[in-house]
């Protein structure tokens, strides 16, 4: 369970169980690229990426300033905002569960030079717990779900493999 599959179980459930499944065509995007790029140059990432080990998979956090108790979580833009709240809250949840209460998140677009404070509330936490739940329903499941038209499918890495 990682940070990218509370984005994607949001996202689209058919990109999570391919992405769980190890078919990736994130590689192939130009906007990934350029998101990574800016995640990886935001941060001197030696210094202040964390891992953090949850349910026995790795969970790597950006940037977590210890002093002042923030997750930092760096995007190229705020088009799926909603999304990188969840993926915040999923590691202020993962903190929680490690013993390192009293944590917030914070969302960083760098090239909008902007800042989007991301908290954890206890139905945050009734919907992660479901959200695992089902994650795990989806990704132990022989098939994929069945492709749903969104509006953002166009934009997609996936979308060839999904309407092809």
């Not at 695992?132 to 996936?158: E, F, G, Q, W």
Request: positive net charge; hydrophobic residues 30%; contains cysteine.
């Amino acid at each position: 369970m990682t940070g990218m599959y509370i984005n994607y179980y949001f996202l689209c459930q058919k990109k999570l169980w391919l992405f769980s499944h190890n078919i990736c065509f994130e590689n192939t995007s130009e906007d990934v690229s350029i998101g990574k790029f800016i995640s990886e140059n935001t941060y001197e990432r030696k210094l202040h990426e964390i891992h953090i080990i949850n349910y026995e998979n790795e969970v790597a956090i950006d940037f977590y300033d210890r002093k002042r108790k923030v997750i930092h979580e760096v995007k190229k833009s705020r088009k799926m905002e909603e999304l990188h709240k969840w993926q915040v809250k999923y590691y202020i949840y993962v903190l929680n569960k490690n013993g390192i209460p009293g944590v917030k998140g914070e969302i960083d677009y760098p090239k909008l030079k902007r800042i989007i404070n991301v908290e954890l509330t206890e139905d945050d936490i009734k919907e992660l717990d479901n959200a695992i739940k089902d994650i795990n329903l989806i990704i132990c499941n022989n098939n994929a779900p069945k492709t749903l038209k969104k509006p953002y499918c166009k934009k997609c890495s996936y979308y060839e493999f999904c309407y092809c």
